[in-house]
């Protein structure tokens, strides 16, 4: 009864301080009130999303000065880099998943979380309004509203359909532990409707025929795990569906793992291809209707469909509408994510922080940044540096931008030459003085291809903890605003800005092999990958608990195989 509900105002107490909630029209209002021991009023910091990013934050954050209120759909941590495995059984889904008030709940810090989607940000009034959810969807129309002293954003992104016809209708995406089971039981399915009495052979073949659009890492791997599905498993149970499964894999742009080493994209290509896996690169999806797929040949522009099962979309990550809205809001228009500075504070903002897939260090920075570089190294201000300068600046840059290096490896550019001639073409030797305009010309256009940091759960961790640390620091940097000498290196802000470091990457390619590039260029593919993959992975798992679970499982599949039920 809304003219009731407007009246209602209710107190409770919680974890010894009071938190006021007033209704007004079937919304709540969740005002900061809450007083730490001292009496003073706590900072309230509400952190959207129980994700790497929001997880990692929370993880880390040991000042108890503050009051925490933390909003997700969702009242757990996913373990993502094992959701390939759930797709297929090799993994079972509580195994990667922990409740996020296991992992807070150990804290001094005031923590308190509210399971609910945040459907507007108003930066204006410091207001989230945020709908209960229930599984991760909405639930009615109640509505409340969170106060906070500091945003912290990481909702993470969704699936990116490019507006493609039929994608969201008819296929399978794989972001989330729901996604997995509804792939898992999809195959499954597929195989026992290719086993009725009732079908053409023609009928049977397109039922067995998964297509995966997408060959990034998580497109990859979920290639391999189905493929390992099917011929360690599947077809001991199905074997007349052996001659006539079919996987498919779609990329529009040349190779596979394309951000991975050449080596690892070789390797990759020729494990598949003898795996039967057909790969069709240059194929641009077109449309997807309910049985079939229609691909356009990038080179040729020739239309061509194919009948399918199943389809699994894995394209990359596009922006959720609560972030578009906000981005709307604060002038960030024609965005894909939300843009910070290097402290990760959202541009054209006060107090608000995003970190994760839903935001990118501002490009624009990081040129002023390379300016910057290039002017120190210039000391005579002629404009032109030696190829040693050049080398000197473009360390700089390497080390403080690893993304930069990390591109450059990747495509084998070691000099500066090199940079020149894959945008200029017409540089041949090293000796010659190189001009700083055309030499930052160079570098942004790598800097353009090479975009950002990579949306990784690496990336979006290390900004959750770096982002802890300064809010840890936040109460002595106040009391003494110069800042200690540590934090006073740049002279912009009070903290160190944020420095990705990069791990290395893994791209697990089935059969027990798996591809592995870690820093300084060291690339290893094999067995004794999968190893290492195995023992990173068991490491990495957010409690001793799930890790449990998750090498209770690898023994399983290794002793019993997976299991194929339709549960
Ligand atoms: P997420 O982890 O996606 O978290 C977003 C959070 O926000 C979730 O809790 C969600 O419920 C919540 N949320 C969503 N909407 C709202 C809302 N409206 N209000 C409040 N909360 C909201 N990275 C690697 O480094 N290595 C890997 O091997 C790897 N493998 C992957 C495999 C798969 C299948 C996938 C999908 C991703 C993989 N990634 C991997 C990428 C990695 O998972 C992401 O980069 C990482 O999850 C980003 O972290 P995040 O916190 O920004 O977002």
């Given at each position: 009864?809304?003219?009731?509900?407007?009246?209602?105002?209710?107190?409770?107490?919680?974890?010894?301080?009071?938190?006021?909630?007033?209704?007004?029209?079937?919304?709540?209002?969740?005002?900061?009130?809450?007083?730490?021991?001292?009496?003073?009023?706590?900072?309230?910091?509400?952190?959207?999303?129980?994700?790497?990013?929001?997880?990692?934050?929370?993880?880390?954050?040991?000042?108890?000065?503050?009051?925490?209120?933390?909003?997700?759909?969702?009242?757990?941590?996913?373990?993502?880099?094992?959701?390939p495995s759930?797709t297929c059984g090799t993994?079972?889904?509580?195994?990667?998943?922990?409740?996020?008030?296991?992992?807070?709940?150990?804290?001094?810090?005031?923590?308190?979380?509210?399971?609910?989607?945040?459907?507007?940000?108003?930066?204006?009034?410091?207001?989230?309004?945020?709908?209960?959810?229930?599984?991760?969807?909405?639930?009615?129309?109640?509505?409340?509203?969170?106060?906070?002293?500091?945003?912290?954003?990481?909702?993470?992104?969704?699936?990116?359909?490019?507006?493609?016809?039929?994608?969201?209708?008819?296929?399978?995406?794989?972001?989330?532990?729901?996604?997995?089971?509804?792939?898992?039981?999809?195959?499954?399915?597929?195989?026992?409707?290719?086993?009725?009495?009732?079908?053409?052979?023609?009928?049977?073949?397109?039922?067995?025929?998964f297509?995966i659009?997408?060959g990034?890492p998580t497109g990859v791997e979920f290639a391999a795990e189905l493929h390992d599905f099917i011929s360690e498993d599947l077809v001991?149970?199905?074997?007349?569906?052996?001659?006539?499964?079919?996987i498919?894999l779609?990329?529009?742009?040349?190779?596979i793992l394309?951000?991975?080493?050449?080596?690892i994209?070789?390797f990759a290509e020729g494990k598949f291809k003898r795996d039967g896996i057909d790969l069709?690169?240059?194929?641009?999806?077109?449309?997807?209707?309910?049985?079939?797929?229609?691909?356009?040949?990038?080179?040729?522009?020739?239309?061509?469909?194919?009948?399918?099962?199943?389809?699994?979309?894995?394209?990359?990550?596009?922006?959720?509408?609560?972030?578009?809205?906000?981005?709307?809001?604060?002038?960030?228009?024609?965005?894909?994510?939300?843009?910070?500075?290097?402290?990760?504070?959202?541009?054209?903002?006060?107090?608000?922080?995003?970190?994760?897939?839903?935001?990118?260090?501002?490009?624009?920075?990081?040129?002023?940044?390379?300016?910057?570089?290039?002017?120190?190294?210039?000391?005579?201000?002629?404009?032109?540096?030696?190829?040693?300068?050049?080398?000197?600046?473009?360390?700089?840059?390497?080390?403080?931008?690893?993304?930069?290096?990390?591109?450059?490896?990747?495509?084998?550019?070691?000099?500066?030459?090199?940079?020149?001639?894959?945008?200029?073409?017409?540089?041949?030797?090293?000796?010659?003085?190189?001009?700083?305009?055309?030499?930052?010309?160079?570098?942004?256009?790598?800097?353009?291809?090479?975009?950002?940091?990579?949306?990784?759960?690496?990336?979006?961790?290390?900004?959750?903890?770096?982002?802890?640390?300064?809010?840890?620091?936040?109460?002595?940097?106040?009391?003494?605003?110069?800042?200690?000498?540590?934090?006073?290196?740049?002279?912009?802000?009070?903290?160190?800005?944020?420095?990705?470091?990069?791990?290395?990457?893994f791209a697990p390619l089935g059969g027990e092999q798996t591809a592995?590039?870690?820093?300084?260029?060291?690339?290893?593919i094999g067995h004794?990958s999968q190893?290492?993959w195995y023992?990173?992975?068991?490491?990495?798992?957010?409690?001793?608990?799930?890790?449990?679970?998750?090498?209770?499982?690898w023994?399983?599949r290794?002793?019993?195989?997976r299991?194929?039920?339709?549960?």
């Amino acid at each position: 009864n809304p003219s009731l509900s407007s009246l209602l105002v209710v107190f409770t107490v919680s974890g010894g301080s009071l938190l006021a909630y007033s209704e007004a029209n079937a919304s709540t209002q969740l005002s900061s009130a809450v007083a730490s021991e001292d009496g003073k009023k706590k900072k309230r910091v509400v952190v959207l999303g129980t994700g790497w990013a929001g997880t990692s934050f929370l993880k880390s954050l040991k000042d108890p000065s503050y009051d925490v209120q933390v909003i997700s759909p969702r009242n757990y941590f996913a373990f993502t880099p094992l959701l390939p495995s759930v797709t297929c059984g090799t993994v079972e889904p509580r195994s990667i998943v922990e409740p996020i008030r296991n992992i807070v709940r150990k804290k001094n810090v005031d923590i308190h979380f509210w399971e609910a989607e945040c459907f507007k940000i108003d930066a204006a009034n410091k207001k989230v309004y945020c709908k209960p959810t229930q599984g991760g969807k909405m639930d009615g129309n109640s509505e409340f509203v969170v106060d906070y002293d500091y945003l912290v954003v990481a909702m993470g992104a969704r699936a990116n359909t490019f507006n493609t016809p039929g994608v969201e209708e008819n296929c399978h995406f794989l972001k989330e532990i729901e996604d997995a089971q509804r792939i898992r039981r999809t195959v499954i399915n597929c195989f026992e409707r290719a086993s009725l009495p009732n079908l053409t052979d023609e009928e049977r073949r397109r039922v067995l025929t998964f297509v995966i659009v997408g060959g990034g890492p998580t497109g990859v791997e979920f290639a391999a795990e189905l493929h390992d599905f099917i011929s360690e498993d599947l077809v001991k149970l199905y074997p007349k569906a052996k001659d006539l499964v079919k996987i498919t894999l779609l990329e529009a742009g040349d190779h596979i793992l394309n951000m991975f080493d050449k080596r690892i994209t070789v390797f990759a290509e020729g494990k598949f291809k003898r795996d039967g896996i057909d790969l069709k690169m240059g194929s641009m999806v077109v449309k997807v209707s309910d049985s079939v797929i229609s691909t356009k040949d990038v080179k040729t522009g020739e239309v061509s469909s194919l009948p399918y099962g199943m389809v699994v979309w894995s394209t990359g990550i596009g922006t959720r509408p609560v972030i578009m809205d906000f981005m709307k809001q604060v002038g960030q228009v024609n965005r894909r994510v939300l843009a910070t500075d290097e402290w990760l504070r959202v541009e054209r903002t006060d107090s608000i922080y995003a970190l994760g897939d839903c935001a990118t260090i501002n490009q624009r920075k990081v040129m002023e940044d390379i300016s910057e570089i290039f002017s120190k190294a210039d000391k005579d201000s002629s404009g032109t540096l030696t190829v040693k300068e050049f080398q000197e600046a473009l360390d700089d840059i390497c080390e403080r931008y690893p993304q930069m290096e990390l591109y450059l490896k990747n495509k084998k550019m070691s000099s500066l030459v090199d940079i020149l001639k894959e945008s200029k073409g017409d540089i041949a030797k090293e000796s010659i003085e190189l001009n700083i305009e055309d030499f930052k010309l160079a570098l942004s256009q790598v800097d353009s291809q090479m975009k950002n940091l990579p949306a990784t759960a690496q990336v979006a961790a290390q900004q959750g903890a770096y982002l802890a640390s300064c809010f840890n620091r936040m109460e002595e940097c106040e009391k003494n605003p110069e800042g200690p000498v540590r934090f006073r290196e740049s002279g912009r802000h009070r903290f160190k800005p944020f420095r990705y470091k990069h791990l290395g990457q893994f791209a697990p390619l089935g059969g027990e092999q798996t591809a592995a590039q870690l820093p300084g260029d060291w690339v290893s593919i094999g067995h004794s990958s999968q190893w290492l993959w195995y023992s990173v992975y068991a490491s990495k798992l957010v409690s001793w608990r799930t890790r449990a679970l998750v090498i209770t499982d690898w023994t399983r599949r290794f002793i019993f195989g997976r299991d194929s039920s339709q549960i």
